[in-house]
Structure formats: C-alpha cells, structure tokens
C-alpha cells in the first residue's frame, strides 16, 4: 500500500489513467537494475527513483572523474574520485527515502552477468562499449528479463527495447528480437564518447527516454519499443522509429 506521504509525492502519476493508483503499485513492487552509472544511468536512476520505483540495483565499477561531470548530473564536483555506485546511491536516497538502492561496484562480464542480473524485473543498459551490452543482452535473454539499451554520440541518441527472453518459448513467428539481432558483433570502427565526444544534454534526453520507456513497461502504459528503435538526431530535432526484425541465425535468440 501507498503511504499518505507516497500518495502526496506520487500525485501527478496516480492522476493519469495509464498509470494510477494500480500502476504506481506496481513501480514500487518494481526491481530495476541500471548498468553503468554514467551518462544515461545517471539520469535514468534519478527519474526511476523520482517516479518510486521501489528497487533499483546500481551496477558499476568506476569512479567519478571530473570530465563525467558535463553529463553525469547525479554527481557533484566533491565526488571526483569516489566510487559511482556509492555516490549515486546517496543522491537518490536523499532524492526518495522510499527507494531502496543496491549500489553493486563490480564490473558486469560474460562470467558474472546472470548473478548481478538475477531477480530484477527490468534491466536498462547504459554502458558504452559493446562487450558489456553483449553480457547484458545474454543474460537478459537467458533470465527472461526485458532490456531498454540506450546509447549516445556527438549529437545522436538511440532507445530500444528488447524482450527476446520473455517471448523465447513462443512460436518462432512470434518472437522478438534481442540485442545481437541489431548488432550482432562488435563493429570495426566502434567509438567511444571519450574519443568522439558528446553534447551533455543529449545523454539526458536518452536517459530520460530509457527511464520513461521503463516506467511504461512497468505500468504496462502505452506502446511497447519492443521490436523497434527510436533514433534521436540532436542537431535535426528530430526522431523516428525504425522497425527490428529478429534474426533467426542470431546467435543469442536464434539458431546461430
């Protein structure tokens, strides 16, 4: 049940139709892991953890540096040097007491990626290399997890969400695509944000895309990403959805 203090914080979710009283239970029931606390973690927990989501696990081995900070808003200047997980997890209790936060300092990899993804209900991905999302995608699919991935560069922003391991044991014509079916091996000329750079407002904007995504798949509000991509182009002002189909010889959700 919501508290009289939860019910006055939440008011302007339980107003809406999509969500109410009934959805804003189920984002307090709600256990979110968040991979990375960077650029599109970092606000993506802030809003999770503004909307009462009632559990986030905050996975992450890095620590504050001073040039995180141009998008990085969950952190201060005084946190330089001090481990993300940590320091998030302190801003989001003082954002919303009721939120109860894991702060896991550990590098997610093939080996341990089922363990610090196990027993959540969602999982939102903003890490930037693809080793990492690889890990995540597997384990996501083989825990039968939906996964919001989330990336960013200079000026453009894609959202996705992928729900290959809930729809596995459906009819082959019915499932969906995973992670590997839009990119299916590390891309010979993948950058980073450290080496192309990025405009700061932009990892905002896909965070607080991946976040809304989350809360609507939670609350089961509106329309699904599932099967499709949402590309932002910063600089245009403008996005679109593109269709993603599932690739049968993928070598995760299909026969590869």
Same mark, same amino acid.
């Given at each position: 049940m919501l508290s009289a203090e939860e019910r006055e914080r939440y008011a302007r979710h339980i107003l809406l139709k999509e969500i109410g009283g009934p959805g804003q239970q189920l984002l307090k029931a709600? !256990?979110?892991?968040i991979v990375g606390a960077g650029g599109l973690g970092a606000p993506a927990a802030l809003y999770l953890a503004a909307a009462g989501v009632g559990?986030?696990?905050?996975i992450d081995d890095d620590v504050v540096s001073l040039s995180n900070l141009q998008r990085q808003i969950v952190f201060e200047s005084d946190d330089a040097g001090? %481990?993300?997980?940590?320091?998030?997890?302190?801003?989001?209790?003082? @954002?919303? %007491?009721?939120?109860?936060?894991?702060?896991?300092? /550990? !590098?997610?990899?093939?080996?341990?990626? !089922?363990? @610090?993804?196990a027993g959540?209900?969602?999982?939102?991905d903003g890490t930037d290399d693809f080793a990492t999302r690889f890990a995540v995608n597997s384990a996501c699919h083989a825990l039968a997890v939906t996964l919001i991935s989330g990336a960013v560069g200079r000026w453009d922003g894609q959202v996705a969400t992928f729900k290959s391991g809930p729809t596995k044991h459906l009819p082959e014509s019915q499932?969906? %695509?995973?992670? !590997?079916?839009?990119? &299916? /091996?590390? %891309? &010979?000329?993948? /950058?980073?944000c450290a080496q192309v750079g990025v405009v700061g407002a932009l990892a905002g904007v896909i965070g607080s895309m991946m976040a809304l995504e989350a809360i609507k798949e939670i609350a089961d509000a509106g329309e699904s990403l599932a099967g499709r991509i949402l590309l932002f182009d910063g600089l245009g002002a403008n996005a679109r959805r593109v269709a993603l189909p599932r690739d049968p010889a993928c070598v995760v959700c299909g026969h590869g």
């Amino acid at each position: 049940m919501l508290s009289a203090e939860e019910r006055e914080r939440y008011a302007r979710h339980i107003l809406l139709k999509e969500i109410g009283g009934p959805g804003q239970q189920l984002l307090k029931a709600a !256990r979110v892991a968040i991979v990375g606390a960077g650029g599109l973690g970092a606000p993506a927990a802030l809003y999770l953890a503004a909307a009462g989501v009632g559990h986030l696990r905050l996975i992450d081995d890095d620590v504050v540096s001073l040039s995180n900070l141009q998008r990085q808003i969950v952190f201060e200047s005084d946190d330089a040097g001090a %481990p993300k997980v940590q320091r998030a997890a302190t801003a989001l209790k003082k @954002l919303n %007491p009721h939120v109860e936060i894991d702060a896991r300092r /550990e !590098r997610l990899t093939n080996a341990n990626a !089922r363990e @610090l993804l196990a027993g959540v209900d969602l999982v939102l991905d903003g890490t930037d290399d693809f080793a990492t999302r690889f890990a995540v995608n597997s384990a996501c699919h083989a825990l039968a997890v939906t996964l919001i991935s989330g990336a960013v560069g200079r000026w453009d922003g894609q959202v996705a969400t992928f729900k290959s391991g809930p729809t596995k044991h459906l009819p082959e014509s019915q499932r969906l %695509p995973c992670y !590997r079916c839009f990119v &299916p /091996e590390t %891309p &010979p000329n993948a /950058e980073t944000c450290a080496q192309v750079g990025v405009v700061g407002a932009l990892a905002g904007v896909i965070g607080s895309m991946m976040a809304l995504e989350a809360i609507k798949e939670i609350a089961d509000a509106g329309e699904s990403l599932a099967g499709r991509i949402l590309l932002f182009d910063g600089l245009g002002a403008n996005a679109r959805r593109v269709a993603l189909p599932r690739d049968p010889a993928c070598v995760v959700c299909g026969h590869g």
